[in-house]
């Protein structure tokens, strides 16, 4: 138990400990940020011993890392490109991953004057925001149809970027496999997505942090493909000649989602990489 009067070092090493024997990945990481959540300084750039209400603080946010609560959900608040989301249960967590997508999608803009974009399953708003974010000048719609997540999206799309006297973004609550029928032809330069993927293996096989998470942002039926097939075959048409689509996909997904996709008529297709080397996303044009 995280007692008063421990010094950062001491703190560091007990907690680390704890996650470690809890099986938490990335145990060192995750007590530096405990710290730095509980007594709001740097473990390692402090020597003051730890207060009684850091050790309060600490020890209470250690029991819930250590009952595999993700690390996002404890701090409320995540980092993503240059901005921060708010972030909570209800709401899948946003990852350094999705900024790969984001980023291939904001390339996909280029030569695009005040581009419309439409971002799917928005969750967090973190896609929609990080078009908005590199490129200010874009109108960006975010649907979502979790009331769970919505509360998350509304408040990202009013605070998450600076500066920014109304939301930042569009918030639409809608599904996917439907909200097509509301869009006009040819009204959008790019859609990005970062739908559910994973499939029902998949699903009984969860990491504890990830089964926390909502299962309607994670679940895609038996094969994983439920939402590409929906992407592929109804949302061509709301984009202009030549606009873009932007996918996440899953490690092992890449051929699949190529092949749904070239089915349906899109063309251009390809795929990038995150940076641990696994494939990520895929990009088409209409």
């Known amino acids: 138990m995280v007692t008063a009067g421990l010094s950062p070092r001491q703190a560091l ?3 680390q400990a704890r996650l470690e024997e809890a099986g938490c990945p990335d145990a060192d990481f995750d007590a530096r940020e405990l710290f730095r959540l509980a007594a709001g300084r740097d ?19 250690a029991a819930r890392r250590a009952g ?17 989301l708010a972030v909570g249960p209800g709401v899948l967590c946003p990852r350094a991953d999705t900024e790969v997508v984001a980023e291939a999608a904001v390339e996909q803009l280029e030569g695009v004057e005040n581009p419309r974009v439409l971002d799917l399953c928005a969750g967090t708003g973190c896609l929609g ?3 908005k974010a590199l490129r200010p000048d874009a109108a960006v719609t975010c649907l979502e149809k979790s009331p769970e997540a919505l509360r998350y999206l509304r408040e990202n799309a009013r605070c998450a970027l600076p500066g920014q006297r109304e939301p930042a973004v569009q918030v639409v609550e809608g599904d996917l496999f439907t909200y097509w029928q509301s869009l006009p032809a040819g009204g959008l330069d790019l859609i990005v997505s970062n739908p559910p993927y994973l499939t029902a293996e998949d699903m009984a096989h969860l990491q504890p942090e990830t089964a926390r998470e909502p299962a309607m942002a994670l679940a895609a039926g038996a094969d994983g493909l439920d939402f590409y097939r929906a992407l592929a075959l109804h949302y061509r048409a709301a984009l202009r000649p030549g606009g873009a689509l932007v996918l996440e996909i899953g490690w092992q997904q890449r051929q699949a ?11 251009g297709i390809q795929c990038r990489q995150d940076y641990g080397g696994n494939d990520r996303c895929i990009l088409a044009r209409a």
């Open 13 to 15: 090493a007990q907690v």
């Open 43 to 61: 473990p390692r750039l402090s020597g003051q011993p730890l207060s009684p209400g850091e050790a309060a603080r600490l020890e209470q946010v």
């Open 68 to 84: 595999r609560e993700p690390l996002q959900y404890i701090c409320g608040r995540w980092p993503f490109l240059n901005f921060e």
């Open 129 to 131: 925001l990080g078009v």
């Open 257 to 267: 989602v190529t092949d749904l996709l070239a089915a349906a008529g899109w063309t």
